[in-house]
């Protein structure tokens, strides 16, 4: 038996152990289909797909004792700076904060945004654990949807097959003593349990060490049929010769910018 979901059904199967009934269950398999539509084809530096780590996520809050809207932001904690809603920009936009909004709602929805906005540095949990006591309910909520995301990422010896080897130093999570301190501080004993647990067993392992990845970062793996929109292929094509220009000559570089620039209305005179 899993311990953790890597899939959508055994999500459902975990979450249904757990009570929740069919509208709750309905609500999850919505939230699945918008992450399999926003990060279809890309995957993890372990080349783990990345809509199974979504899942995990989501099967580690759960495991823990988050509340639905939660796991349901677990789901989706990665929609801001990796989810392709169909324009070559990331991050955060109020057309994508609507689309993801109207599947969650407004409360998991506003997770998800804050968890796209924080800096996960050390500063961030230096004043997270100074301010402990006085924690805002979104700011628990932050801490534990990261503390899920590292937790999945070192799951089945993970960190041994990536490019960001955590024993090499190179690994951008919140693994370390002060994250499980500040998780047992706020009451969650079992993700601070859990975390302790995943990050021991990436020891080194020779024989796994052939097996390791060169990529340090996920990346999207198209099929060969698949082909960019005429739109995208050409911003694309302006960026790479704006910065090649720009690597060389400064006026062309920002002539090309204003050229990619919209154009101002025109503005009739009386």
Request: aromatic residues 6%; positive net charge.
């Amino acid at each position: 038996m899993f311990r953790y979901a890597q899939t959508n059904l055994q999500l459902y199967v975990q979450l249904g152990a757990l009570g929740y009934d069919a509208r709750a269950l309905l609500r999850v398999r919505e939230a699945h289909e918008l992450a399999m539509r926003l990060v279809t084809g890309q995957h993890r530096a372990t080349g783990k797909p990345f809509l199974c780590h979504l899942v995990g996520t989501a099967s580690v809050l759960a495991e823990g004792g988050a509340g639905p809207d939660l796991v349901l932001a677990g789901l989706l904690h990665g929609a801001y700076p990796f989810g392709d809603f169909g324009r070559r920009d990331a991050g955060e936009r109020p057309s994508k904060r609507a689309i993801v909004r109207s599947v969650i709602g407004e409360a998991a929805e506003s997770i998800v945004s804050g968890y796209g906005r924080s800096a996960w540095i050390e500063p961030t949990f230096e004043d997270f654990e100074r301010r402990a006591s006085s924690l805002a309910p979104i700011e628990r909520d932050l801490i534990a949807l990261r503390l899920a995301n590292d937790i999945e990422e070192h799951l089945d010896g993970a960190m041994r097959y990536a490019g960001y080897h955590m024993l090499e130093g190179r690994y951008a999570g919140v693994e370390g003593a002060r994250a499980r301190r500040l998780a047992e501080r706020l009451g969650l004993e079992r993700l601070a349990q859990a975390l302790a647990e995943s990050i021991a067993a990436c020891g080194p392992r020779p024989a796994e060490a052939l097996l390791r990845r060169d990529q340090r970062n996920s990346a999207l793996i198209s099929p060969a049929s698949s082909c960019l929109r005429p739109s995208i292929a050409l911003q694309r094509r302006l960026g790479d010769a704006k910065r090649w220009l720009a690597a060389r000559s400064g006026p062309a570089g920002a002539w090309l910018e204003r050229l990619r620039a919209p154009a101002r209305p025109r503005v009739r005179r009386a």
